[in-house]
Structures are given as C-alpha cells and as structure tokens.
C-alpha cells in the first residue's frame, strides 16, 4: 500500500506540523537581514581624482615621457596605503585608520596617469571629506617623499664640492683640468636637482557632495534576506515531510490500513475531559466492533505495529468499558512471566482462579499469559478456551506482530483483531505490513486505534 501523498495533506498542514522549521528559518532570515542590510544599506559615495605629475632627475631632458618615469600600480598601492590612510585620519581627527581604510578604495582612471579615491560613508559630508583628505594626504606624502630625497642628493653634492674646494685663476695643469669639470658637472646636477617639480601631482576633481543614497536601500537587503530564508526553510520543511513516514491523521490510516474505529488523544495529567474523553472513544470503539462481527464479541486482540505503542491502556479503556456487560478479563501476554499464567492453568499445575486477579473496574479481571513457556504442546486457542463462560468478553493485549510469530497466532485464536498506532511513532510502512500480515493468516482485522491524535 502507497502512503498518501504530500500534496493531498495539504502545504498548509505541511506548515503546521512544521512550525519549528520555519520558525527557525524565520529567525535566520532575521539575522541575515540585519547583516545584508549593513553591508547593502544607504550610503553615500564621494570621488577625488588626482592627476599624477613624472618627478625626473633633469626637468629639462628632452624626450622623456611621463609614462617612462612614473609606475601607475605603485602609485596606487602607495595611496591606498595605511600611511596615507594614517595622514587623511589625522587631517580629520579621526581617531581609528581603519574607520578610514575600511570605506575607501583607490583606483586607476582607465588609461590616464590618474588616480580616483572612492570613498562610501553614512552621509554625504563625510565621504566628500574622506575623499579629499584621502587625495592630499596622498599628495602631501609624495610631496614629502620627493623633498626629502633631493635634499639628501643636494647635500651629498655639496660635501663633495666642498672637498673639491673653488675653481683655480688662471692656467691650470691636466690635474687641476679634471678637477675643474669635476667641480662643474656637480654644480650642473644640483642645478637640475633644484629645478625638480617636487609635486608629485594635481587635486584636478575634487569630492563633491553626493545628493542621493548609492547602492542598494538597507530594507530591500533585509526583505530579500527574510525572503530566501523563509522559502529555504519552507523547502525543508516539505522535505522532512516527505521524508517523515509518521502517522499524522486519520486520513493517513485509512490510506493504508482501512476504517479508523477511533481516537484517542493523549492523556494530560489525568483531568476529567480527558477521562471523558477517553471514556467516549470507548463507546464508540465497542459500537464499531459489535458491527465489524457477525458473532457475538468475544475474543477482541490489541496489537500494535511495533513495539511501542500504548496498547495496555487501550486494552485496560476497552476491558473497563466491555465490563458492565456479563464482566470481561484482561489478558497481558507476556514471553517471560515470573508468576502464574494462564499457561500454567491450562497444563493444570493451578486453578483458573489463582491467577485471575481482580481489576480496577467491576466485573474486570486481569490475568498474564506467557507464550514463550514450556508448553509448547498447548495452542494460544486452548490456553484462552480456559476463560470460556467465565467472563463474555476477553482483551488481549498481543505482541507486535512484525516482531513475534506469536502476535499472529493470538490473531488467529481471536474473534477480533485490532491494531493500536501511535500517530507520532508509528510509521505507515509499519502499519502498512501489518495489515498485510494479518491479512496473510486470514485474521479477523477489524481496523486501527489511533492514539495521540488532537481532539
């Protein structure tokens, strides 16, 4: 038998029996959002372009190129820099570099020998005056850079005429010659040195005022966030279900095993509509087995799918209900008995009456029967025919029947089988096989309790 499909239980039961997925997923949307919506939130963006200047030894060389004495990629590592970010913090009276570094980037201007300094903040006068602090304290450190190098060759060039002293008076020999053009080509350099541009570039746009937010607005992150979580969550949520071969409902029981004679829900603390409750699901269940036999109701066997399921209280609610009409006994079957059982009543080792005890109801006893004795020689039919005229009604509680072969021959013995599932352990292929089990003995199966369902 095939269990029901997801789509007859309905997306919207789905939901319900899953709530703690989507709740969590719901809460993880939440989390993503305010994450999302900090990085892809409102901002501002500001731009500063700087046009870089060639810084050569001779300004006045000819065919120099600027593109021959400037390198564009260390020209960008150095204004990104944490130098230059520390001098931009300290224009600003920023305390942090990082607060500077983490909302700017530096990058090259296409092809041009420029610099752009992007920066994205809370407000627009903020990141315009990132930017341009971004973009002169690039300049400035250059500047300074520049300035302090040709100081140091100038003075290098300095000492060095010192030692070479002044120029001679009149003839001089080869010696003094050499010296003489020595003195020259020194004076010549520093000349050249002085004349150096010690600018290493142009502010040529500086930031403006940015008039609307840039990016994406902070609640769209947030929505989009919620969004996916909630239809991942969802997504999941009907995979467990598929997956999950619990018994729901009743719709799920008649999929597989037939007419559902009743349910019962589960106890809470013993309280008066629970007993009532309970009380009416009896009824009903004895009204719907008098009609499911021809005969009269004697022999009724309780049997869950597995082991598991609450059949002793079914059995003990069904026996307490069957006990105003000509008195009924409850039957445990238990494989290991420590005391007398029914068994030993059979083999005649006790009287029947020694090991009928009296139960909680009138007209109620309880007895045990062990089927994993000795005595294998006696059927499960001749160690129950020794409760005949003793009381109209007998309630078996029977082992599960996919677990023991003894289930099955207690079914066979009975004028009744029923079969107790628990809607949140018992799965349909387990309930499915059962019925299929006693279907193959040729049992009288009658249809299921199902336990543990809402009201």
């Known amino acids: 038998m095939t269990p029901p499909a997801l789509a007859e239980r309905g997306y919207l039961e789905v939901a319900r029996r899953r709530w703690p997925v989507l709740a969590g997923s719901v809460v993880v949307g939440l989390l993503l959002g305010s994450v999302t919506g900090s990085l892809s939130g409102d901002g501002y963006t500001s731009e500063s372009v700087v046009a870089l200047r060639p810084v050569v030894a001779d ?14 990629a260390t020209e960008r590592r150095v204004a990104a820099s944490r130098v230059v970010a520390g001098k931009a913090a300290a224009a600003l009276g920023v305390a942090e570099i990082d607060e500077i570094q983490d909302v700017s ?17 809370d407000t627009p006068t903020e990141a315009r005056d990132k930017a341009d602090a971004l973009a002169n304290a690039y300049l400035a450190h250059r500047r300074e850079a520049t300035e302090a190098l040709v100081t140091d060759m100038v003075t290098s060039i300095d000492l060095e005429l010192l030692a070479l002293g002044g120029l001679p008076v009149g003839e001089v020999d080869a010696a003094t010659a050499a010296r003489v053009t020595r003195i020259n080509d020194l004076q010549a350099q520093k000349a050249s040195l002085l004349a150096i541009p010690v600018s290493p570039g142009t502010l040529i746009d500086p930031a403006r005022l940015a008039e609307e937010p840039s990016g994406t607005p902070a609640w769209i992150g947030r929505v989009g966030a919620l969004a996916l979580a ?34 019962v829900p589960v106890a809470r603390g013993g309280s008066a509509a629970d007993a009532n409750t309970r009380s009416e699901a009896m009824r ?23 082991t598991g399921p609450p059949v002793e209280d079914v059995a003990m609610a069904l026996a307490t209900e069957l006990a105003g009409d000509g008195g009924a006994v409850l039957v445990r079957i238990d494989e290991q008995c420590t005391g007398p059982n029914l068994v030993d009543a059979a083999a005649g080792r006790i009287t029947i009456e020694e090991v009928l005890q009296q139960g909680p109801a009138p007209g109620l006893r309880t007895t045990e029967m062990d089927l994993g004795g000795e005595e294998s020689s006696l059927s499960v039919a001749e ?23 003894a289930g099955l021959e207690l079914a066979v013995a009975s004028d009744v089988v029923v079969i107790v599932a628990d809607s949140h352990t018992t799965k349909l292929e387990e309930l499915s096989a059962t019925v299929d089990a006693l279907d193959g003995v040729k049992a009288h199966y009658a249809g299921t309790v199902l336990v543990g369902t809402r009201r």
């Open 59 to 72: 300004p006045f060389a000819p065919n120099v190129r600027p593109s021959d004495s400037i390198d564009v």
């Open 383 to 405: 160690v129950l025919s020794q409760l005949d005229g003793r009381a109209n009604h007998v309630v078996c509680v029977g082992p599960a029947v996919l677990e023991s072969a």
């Open 284 to 306: 009903l269940l004895r009204l719907r087995l008098e009609r499911a036999t021809t005969g009269p109701l004697g022999r009724i066997v309780l049997v869950p799918p597995v």
């Open 230 to 263: 909630v239809l991942a969550g969802f997504a999941i949520a009907i995979g467990l279900d598929r997956w999950d071969r619990r018994i729901r409902g009743a719709s799920d029981v008649i999929e597989v095993a037939g007419p559902v004679l009743a349910m």
């Open 105 to 121: 980037k530096v990058e090259l201007v296409g092809e041009a020998l420029a610099l752009r300094f992007t920066v994205t903040d």
